[in-house]
């Protein structure tokens, strides 16, 4: 009986991979996409000819329609299903990618970051939210890390394809197209998608009808820690893959060496989320941030010290700075889901990903002014500091009793050819 049990487990769990294989395969497609359009941005506006007032504006329209898109997406789940929402702003994604090759006028390509943000905000809610309804205390870590060793590849491949292609290649935009119509194709013609469960009790419907009721600051009281984790993640990425090319033209890096240690940081992040997708089930949550963070500061300042001498030690630096840095997100989030109700998971999403959107929009500007006022080593000094806040909320949330994890609302969203 015991073999049979094991067995029977297996196969769910196959099952499960199996239908969020075709959302995990689209938004690494179109993830990969976005990665190679939003560094080609980067590095065009890292030329001299183009002036600082367009250098600050496109750095905040990926971070306003990310924001715009937590506002939006936990709506447009529960009013369109995972489904239709998905391939409607997949679409949009794929459409806006055209228009860097339609145009090269700032405001243009305002607006296009501005709909390109929008598309990633609410296509990662889908995504997160749709894991949580699979997903519980025993196997969350392992499939956030899955889905960010999705995202981690999508930006790995990113910036592999802009090697290849060359840092002043003049296809980058067609490949950025190329790669977001793939996956929005892929997602539209593949079938055995997951599916919420048909029907609701009395409490769920009531849960639905205050689902907006569910903020920011109830997940602050449940895993403080997170909102720290979250913020700082949301720093990092956008920092780190904007602000790069800046940082390495001040300390004299050529910019095949600056796409090489984002190339790094990425490699790093995605090596590493499979063994903490696995500690992370298995150790207390807040230990491991706890941890993570101390080592990513740490990286941060050996960066700061070694500047731009031993190119190969800092090819290294970037790479485990990755691996901590990129793995502090799934952590932090497997983490405050262990602490909610199935029911609000898909509003936790929306709300955790409007603060890493926050992370997004109120640092690049501030870390841009620093760096250009002080010294570019400022970029890694703020996101030292960010690293460390996660480390100091960890061992402050280790001193608070944990809260007993929620169990699974439904496993209907199992049942074979259910749709939404």
Same mark, same amino acid.
């Given at each position: ?122 296509? *990662? ?6 894991? =949580? $309804? &699979? /997903?519980?205390?025993?196997?969350? +870590? #392992?499939?956030?890390? %899955? ?83 979250? *913020? ?6 956008? =920092? $780190? &893959? /904007?602000?790069?090319?800046?940082? +390495? #033209?001040?300390?004299? %890096? ?167």
């Amino acid at each position: 009986m015991h073999s049979l049990s094991q067995g029977g487990d297996f196969w769910a769990k196959a099952a499960r991979l199996r239908r969020l294989a075709p959302i995990m395969a689209s938004i690494c497609l179109i993830g990969t996409g976005n990665s190679v359009l939003t560094t080609s941005v980067s590095l065009r506006l890292s030329q001299p000819d183009v002036d600082t007032q367009s250098v600050q504006l496109l750095l905040t329209g990926f971070p306003v329609g990310f924001l715009a898109g937590c506002l939006a997406a936990p709506f447009l789940v529960n009013r369109f299903g995972h489904r239709a929402v998905f391939l409607s702003v997949g679409f949009l994604a794929m459409v806006a990618s055209f228009g860097y090759m339609a145009t090269a006028d700032a405001v243009a390509w305002f607006c296009l970051r501005v709909l390109n943000g929008f598309a990633m905000a609410t296509l *990662f809610v889908v995504c997160e939210s749709w894991i =949580n $309804l &699979y /997903a519980d205390h025993r196997n969350r +870590g #392992a499939y956030f890390s %899955l889905y960010m060793l999705m995202t981690s590849l999508a930006v790995f491949f990113g910036q592999l394809l802009i090697e290849v292609a060359g840092p002043h290649s003049s296809h980058l935009f067609l490949i950025g197209v190329l790669t977001t119509s793939l996956g929005f194709l892929y997602c539209g013609l593949t079938g055995h998608w997951p599916a919420l469960p048909s029907r609701m009790d009395g409490a769920q419907q009531g849960a639905a009808a205050g689902f907006q009721r569910f903020g920011l600051w109830r997940i602050a009281v449940l895993a403080p820690v997170t909102i720290f984790a979250v *913020f700082q993640s949301g720093m990092t990425n956008m =920092n $780190l &893959y /904007a602000l790069t090319p800046f940082y +390495g #033209a001040k300390v004299e %890096l050529s910019a095949a060496t600056t796409v090489g240690l984002l190339t790094a940081f990425s490699i790093g992040g995605l090596v590493a989320q499979a063994p903490i997708g696995w500690l992370s089930d298995r150790l207390d949550r807040r230990f491991l941030l706890l941890v993570q963070g101390a080592l990513t500061a740490a990286f941060c300042a050996c960066i700061i010290m070694l500047g731009r001498q031993f190119v190969p030690l800092l090819y290294l630096l970037f790479f485990a700075y990755g691996a901590t840095a990129l793995t502090i997100y799934p952590v932090g989030i497997a983490f405050a889901n262990s602490q909610l109700d199935s029911r609000h998971m898909v509003a936790a999403s929306g709300g955790l990903l409007l603060l890493y959107s926050i992370g997004n929009i109120l640092t690049p500007g501030i870390a841009a002014a620093l760096m250009e006022r002080f010294a570019p080593q400022m970029l890694f000094l703020m996101l030292g500091s960010g690293a460390a806040l996660v480390a100091v909320a960890a061992c402050l949330n280790l001193r608070r009793r944990m809260v007993p994890a929620a169990a699974p609302i439904t496993r209907e969203c199992l049942v074979p050819g259910a749709n939404e």
